[in-house]
């Protein structure tokens, strides 16, 4: 609206912290200044957006003078494991609007112009992001993509089944600066074989391994657990810190063989003086079919990471199907796209193990297989939540028979998807 004294732009260096701290008021974070000084690497500023209220002139001046920060989103160059590959992503993050500016259209004009951004680029076919509140993005096209489950182990209860392959590594108990070049390699390894893991460049290793006494939520100091093979190849690495006087809190477990995984789980639950060991890990979590007793590990699930198709004939193409040998997908999408309408029209995906292809048919031409829109896709899109639940929930519809069950077991993948961080992403 012309009148509209809500002005969206990148953020300047100069502004970057009052910029910063508003989207810390939105969520009740506090940012010092050397915070803040170890935020800054991390954002791409031409790639945050800025809303400044160019009505309030009370002390304008320097910074302010072109209006005052009142919200604010950015997405960061991320490339995230998809199945059957990798695909470059728009990490958003930093999403706030001052309580003093809510209801009035900010947060959907942010994401709206966010999203257009990243289309127009044509780098990105989609974006991804960990909500705080799980009620706000789905309007906007997202949808929830990864699970999670946080796992509470009665420590005393972790004994293995008889036969449980340890493989023939050792774990070392490494300082930080010798583990991390080990844990970075092992990350990588990981990382590529499981759908939701994103990239990890140098200075989000940098955040994500910064362990001063403030961040460390009342816990010790970070503990590096990483597994050797006998030729000193490393296949696994376990980051975790005592929280209180009897419980362990696993932040972060990698693993790029089973003895490895089973070997690193076998050390954790060896540590003495703790009667429970707390982790956010993945719904198919392996460790409890390695245990006796099963109901030693107590979990709950939790929306993990959500996925927006920006691009959805990119997308789609982008990823490959569960398609049985000798047989291929064959099917046409009907998708509704209301927030981004580019995406809206119909598209023949075709698969045949590599070989894959993704249509838009022009003048939406041919008879569509399935209806939904982009969120559902989204949602499917790494290989977790499935076609088939969402149509029983009424959220896709089957137009001829027998296209939603072969659609949904080729969008499905051998493991579910995981996100590994325990914060919004991409923080690290």
Request: negative net charge; aromatic residues 8%; contains cysteine.
């Amino acid at each position: 609206m012309p009148d509209d004294p809500h002005l969206l732009r990148p953020v300047t260096d100069e502004e970057f912290p009052a910029w910063a701290r508003l989207i810390g008021d939105t969520c009740g974070s506090d940012y010092t200044d050397e915070k803040l000084d170890r935020l800054r690497p991390l954002v791409e500023l031409d790639r945050t957006i800025g809303a400044f209220d160019t009505s309030d002139t009370f002390g304008a001046s320097g910074a302010f003078a072109a209006g005052r920060p009142v919200g604010g989103t950015a997405a960061y160059s991320r490339v995230m494991t998809v199945p059957g590959g990798s695909l470059p992503v728009a990490g958003v993050t930093w999403v706030g609007v001052a309580a003093t500016h809510r209801r009035r259209g900010l947060l959907t004009a942010m994401m709206r112009r966010q999203l257009t951004e990243v289309y127009e680029g044509g780098g990105e076919s989609i974006a991804a992001l960990r909500p705080s509140e799980a009620a706000i993005y789905g309007r906007y096209g997202y949808g929830p993509a990864t699970r999670g489950a946080r796992l509470r182990c009665a420590k005393k209860e972790l004994r293995f089944l008889p036969g449980t392959d340890f493989g023939t590594g050792r774990v070392l108990l490494l300082p930080p600066d010798e583990a991390r070049p080990l844990i970075e390699e092992a990350y990588e390894r990981a990382r590529v074989r499981t759908p939701g893991w994103p990239d990890r460049a140098a200075r989000f290793w940098d955040f994500r391994l910064l362990d001063e006494p403030g961040e460390r939520g009342g816990g010790t100091a970070l503990r590096y657990a990483v597994h050797h093979e006998p030729d000193g190849t490393v296949t696994g690495y376990a980051l975790y810190r005592f929280a209180s006087d009897e419980e362990v809190r696993v932040e972060e477990l990698a693993a790029t063989s089973r003895q490895a995984y089973a070997a690193l789980w076998r050390y954790l639950a060896g540590i003495d003086l703790v009667s429970t060991i707390t982790y956010e890990g993945a719904v198919d979590e392996t460790l409890p079919h390695l245990l006796v007793d099963p109901r030693a590990v107590e979990s709950s699930e939790v929306d993990r990471l959500w996925v927006r198709l920006v691009d959805v004939r990119r997308a789609l193409a982008g990823r490959r199907y569960a398609v049985p040998a000798g047989t291929e997908l064959d099917v046409v999408l009907d998708v509704a796209d209301d927030f981004c309408p580019w995406n809206t029209g119909r598209y023949r995906l075709r698969a045949d193990g590599d070989d894959v292809s993704c249509e838009r048919l022009a003048g939406g031409a041919g008879a569509a297989d399935l209806s939904l829109t982009a969120a559902e896709l989204g949602a499917a899109f790494l290989g977790g939540s499935t076609l088939a639940a969402l149509a029983a929930a009424g959220r896709v519809t089957e137009l001829r028979p027998g296209a939603l069950a072969r659609t949904s077991a080729a969008f499905k993948g051998e493991r579910e998807p995981h996100y590994p961080c325990g914060t919004a992403f991409p923080a690290y």
